[in-house]
């Protein structure tokens, strides 16, 4: 009988080994299991991305169309593809202004994506973007763009077909080039080529 309780009696030593595997183990397991939730939320991946402070867009919806850069929308569209086939790119929102063909009225449609890919960049306060229409460009292309709310009366007058300049934000890129939220159109505007 004494000679089982002498055996199931652990050397001091033993023991604090046994108690630095476990604790090793689970504490391991334990970041592991922490490290793939939080990979999981998008504050972390912004944070990971953009540091603790981030960069907030400054006034996303602020500069006047005129104001903006202008692009050949052809040449905007051959240049911004993404790195990854398949995959979608969320860029810092950078103004710009096109001309295009409104080739669709805009249209009321789900717009989930655009507000992650927004908030991710901490855009703040989040525009109110339910519309989507469909532009051509000088060389035929036609692109679907997102419209901002505020936007929607004005770009429905406008008559379709013919080539107006459009002023947005391109904020992120996916297979079919650039996703451009439209904020505006320049009236009277020289046509951009």
């Given at each position: ?152 009366p004005a770009l429905t007058g406008q008559p379709l077909e013919a080539p107006v ?29």
């Amino acid at each position: 009988m004494a000679r089982k309780a002498k055996s199931a009696q652990m050397s001091p030593v033993k023991r604090g080994i046994l108690l630095l595997l476990l604790v090793g183990s689970f504490g391991f397991a334990g970041y592991q299991f922490y490290t793939a939730y939080r990979l999981q939320d998008p504050a972390f991946q912004r944070e990971r991305t953009l540091g603790r402070t981030g960069a907030l867009a400054p006034g996303m919806w602020g500069p006047a169309a005129a104001e903006r850069v202008a692009v050949n929308l052809d040449s905007f569209v051959e240049t911004t593809k993404p790195r990854t086939v398949g995959t979608r790119e969320i860029v810092q929102p950078s103004g710009l202004r096109f001309t295009a063909a409104i080739k669709r009225a805009p249209e009321k449609i789900e717009t989930k994506y655009i507000y992650q890919a927004l908030a991710m960049m901490r855009v703040a306060p989040l525009p109110q973007i339910n519309h989507r229409m469909f532009v051509q460009s000088a060389g035929g292309k036609i692109l679907p763009v997102y419209v901002h709310d505020a936007a929607v009366p004005a770009l429905t007058g406008q008559p379709l077909e013919a080539p107006v300049e459009l002023a947005g934000f391109h904020v992120y890129t996916y297979s079919k080039g650039p996703a451009i939220v439209v904020d505006g159109w320049v009236p009277g505007a020289t046509a951009v080529r």
